[in-house]
């Protein structure tokens, strides 16, 4: 059996899941302060201790970046000079954050161009300078990024070999090419964000670890990414910025998973905000170029979601608008329905004999037609919005807060299929190993497809997938005519199923 949590602002919500797929149990706590609080009582609610692992996905990490809260000041080391001089690292960051993060810049030789000569040699003796002074400073997380290192990441490598040897073990070490994509900045940014979240990240791993020793679970650990494969703990540590969007990745795996459709608009209400996406086989549509996160520009695989400010929790202004305002958790001590006195989304929904939640009586004069149709061509333009093409669609509505749809006009195929209030958590337990490459190849296409391939299956295996399992389910291809040799930029993802064998290895 597998447990799945994911940890959201509002609930914790955790499925249990046994070796056939069949949801065996489900519940829903609400999120502590701590975090693992919540789990503990997730994990206590389903009553299951003999689980052959745990999936957990959480919006701990972003969290910490929107506030601005426990992170850790970085040295972010810059390899590229004499070029690049112009934009410092942390130049594009909102002010309110890089008071918190930035710990130190620095500017040195290295990097590469765009087709893998070099821009200057790397200087060692400038290098231990630097760790000098970052030694100096007392920081001990450093995001050391170069130019086009996704072409050619000889650079940071040995950036990374003579940091590490200078500063000595308990720094934690951040690298672009293993973090982000082609685009200096917003790897860049990506790479800087994971370091000052490296501490945080320990932190957070032990908090579960320790949750799951009360719960008296002794079973492997795992954390969910961005992309809905699993990675874990001690990869965790090292990259948490790879769990970003775990929570809508997981909802939109989870809506699959329930629905049995592979191909489909995922509709996910929570108590704030719905979050809509596209699944392509199975797996979320990834968003193009670069993302936005607490305002930093960063360019790591995240799903391309659509949010819009419509959740259970909404607050309903006096002219029938649903949000963006939401009572969040105290929904249940704001709501007609529970004796408050704010007139919620979710009480449109009791008053219209959607819900059965708290007193109905305390909404029976209220007007919700209205109001939910509104709700309900508002969810429905965000869909649309989010469609490529003119094609039928079908949409799964899933979270707690997808009671406020009965219907959406255009859509015919809509659907909310069980358990649907805890996909995210089933989303977490069926999640697969994964592993991707996005790179440069030179060469005849055929043979460089093959070899990406055979690179990012074996990366998967690595990872923990059975062997034999692995598939490939997504291919790019873009090919780089300013570059000699037949160059071609070419990402490849594969996934397969987790061997709990392997990883007990």
């Not at 609930?11 to 975090?35: F, Q, R």
């Not at 997808?402 to 358990?419: A, Q």
Request: charged share 20%; net charge negative.
């Amino acid at each position: 059996m597998r447990i799945g949590i994911d940890v959201g602002g509002t609930n914790t919500d955790a499925a249990l899941i046994d070796d056939d797929g069949k949801v065996l149990a489900t519940v829903k706590s609400p999120t502590t302060h701590d975090v693992t609080g919540g789990v503990a009582a997730a994990l206590a609610g389903l009553g299951a201790t003999e689980v052959t692992a745990v999936m957990i996905g959480t919006t701990h990490f972003v969290n910490a970046l929107v506030e601005a809260a426990r992170l850790e000041p970085v040295a972010a080391v810059r390899l590229g000079l004499p070029a690049t001089a112009a934009l410092p690292p942390l130049v594009d960051w909102p002010v309110r954050l890089r008071e918190v993060v930035e710990g130190a810049t620095y500017l040195c030789h290295g990097g590469h161009e765009y087709d893998g000569a070099p821009i200057s040699d790397l200087d060692p003796g400038e290098l231990r300078k630097v760790a000098a002074d970052i030694r100096r400073r007392g920081l001990r997380s450093v995001a050391i990024s170069s130019v086009f290192s996704p072409v050619s990441a000889g650079s940071e490598v040995e950036a990374a070999k003579i940091l590490a040897a200078e500063l000595g073990p308990g720094v934690h070490l951040s690298v672009s090419s293993e973090i982000g994509r082609v685009g200096l900045l917003a790897r860049e940014n990506a790479t800087i964000v994971n370091a000052a979240l490296s501490r945080l990240a320990e932190r957070t791993v032990e908090a579960f670890g320790q949750a799951l020793r009360v719960a008296g679970i002794d079973a492997p650990l795992f954390l969910s990414q961005n992309d809905g494969t699993l990675m874990d703990v001690a990869h965790a540590r090292r990259y948490p910025v790879l769990t970003f969007a775990s929570g809508p990745t997981n909802s939109m795996r989870g809506a699959a998973y329930l629905s049995g459709l592979s191909d489909c608009a995922v509709v996910d209400i929570g108590g704030t905000t719905t979050d809509v996406g596209i699944l392509a086989g199975g797996f979320p549509r990834e968003a193009a170029g670069e993302a936005l996160v607490a305002e930093v520009r960063t360019n790591f695989r995240i799903p391309d979601v659509l949010s819009i400010g419509i959740g259970g929790g909404s607050i309903i202004s006096s002219d029938g608008t649903a949000g963006p305002r939401s009572v969040g958790y105290r929904l249940t001590e704001q709501a007609l329905v529970f004796g408050g006195s704010t007139l919620t989304a979710t009480d449109l929904a009791v008053a219209a004999g959607r819900a059965a939640i708290g007193d109905p009586g305390h909404v029976s004069e209220v007007s919700y037609a209205g109001p939910l149709k509104d709700i309900e061509a508002r969810v429905a333009e965000a869909v649309d919005r989010m469609r490529t093409s003119s094609a039928p669609l079908p949409v799964v509505l899933v979270g707690g807060g997808s009671i406020l749809i009965d219907t959406l006009p255009g859509f015919t195929d809509v659907r909310r299929p069980d358990h649907f209030e805890v996909a995210n958590a089933v989303g977490a337990a069926i999640a697969q190993v994964g592993g991707e490459v996005d790179r440069v190849f030179s060469g005849p296409r055929e043979a460089v497809l093959q070899e990406a391939k055979d690179e990012a299956t074996g990366r998967a295996e690595r990872a923990g997938a059975r062997t034999g399992s692995v598939r490939i389910v997504d291919v790019e291809e873009i090919p780089l005519a300013y570059l000699p040799g037949d160059a071609t930029r070419i990402r490849v993802k594969a996934v397969g199923d987790l061997d709990l064998e392997k990883i007990n290895a």
